[in-house]
């Protein structure tokens, strides 16, 4: 089957350590994204790429830092410098990055942080 | 600058009755609209998109949306709730008209609660 994973589904981070989210697409899309979602907030981007080698800081883009090595995988790193990093956490992917497509996401990491 | 404002954080239905989940946008430019829908701790879905054209949308799960340009609204629908449509759902607006690649600016969203 087709389709976007995140690994792992839940995540526990100590205070000061870095840590990196999987996200691996078969859909063969060129762009793919990353989303932080917090209650009563929506979404919000972080990071996105439309081609691979090639990425873009969204709008809190802050304490984060990705790779595009390879079309298939767009892994974020939540680094110590991310004040509030406690947040479910969405990859998504399109055909192109284009105006009109449509994002397909994944299922999402739960971050916490202790 | 772009956005989308959804009215009410939650709304309340009863089966069988109709579902009206309100979405208005600011937009410079002719915008792009999505409907996404959440069900708990999982990934967003696509309901519906508009993007030029006919202007109520029809969507999946029997949901449709009318995009009003002089009400600035994309409000999406359904004639009859089911207990399954109890979900969060997004408003969204697509910004990435000058640039030639999609930006998504998502509402607050909307959770829907069913009873019986």
């Known amino acids: 089957d087709g389709g976007i994973t995140q690994s792992p589904k839940y995540l526990f981070r100590k205070e000061g350590q870095n840590v990196t989210l999987s996200c691996e697409q078969n859909?063969?899309?060129?762009?793919m994204y990353w989303y932080r979602q917090d209650p009563g907030q929506g979404l919000r981007l972080i990071y996105y790429?439309?081609?691979?080698?090639?990425?873009q800081k969204g709008d809190i883009a802050e304490g984060y830092s990705v790779s595009r090595e390879k079309k298939e995988s767009f892994p974020l790193t939540v680094t110590s410098a991310q004040k509030n990093p406690t947040a479910f956490y969405l990859c998504?992917?399109?055909?192109?990055?284009?105006?009109?497509?449509?994002?397909?996401f994944g299922p999402g990491t739960r971050l916490t942080v202790l | 600058a772009q956005s989308v404002t959804q009215l009410g954080s939650h709304v309340s239905v009863s089966e069988g009755a109709l579902v009206l989940l309100r979405c208005n946008y600011s937009?410079?430019?002719?915008?792009?609209l999505f409907w996404y829908v959440q069900y708990p701790n999982q990934g967003l879905q696509l309901l519906l998109k508009?993007?030029?054209?006919?202007?109520l949308v029809k969507g999946i799960n029997g949901f449709e949306a009318e995009f009003k340009k002089s009400e600035t609204s994309f409000h999406l629908t359904k004639p009859s709730a089911h207990m399954s449509d109890a979900a969060e759902y997004f408003c969204?607006?697509?910004?990435?008209?000058?640039?030639?690649?999609?930006?998504?600016?998502f509402g607050t969203g909307t959770r829907l609660l069913v009873s019986p």
């Open positions: 998504a992917s399109s055909t192109s990055g284009g105006e009109t497509d449509t994002q397909y």
């Open positions: 859909l063969n899309h060129d762009a």
């Open positions: 508009y993007t030029t054209g006919a202007t």
């Open positions: 790429s439309q081609i691979v080698n090639d990425f």
């Open positions: 937009s410079s430019v002719p915008p792009y």
């Open positions: 969204a607006v697509s910004v990435g008209k000058n640039t030639g690649f999609q930006k998504l600016v």
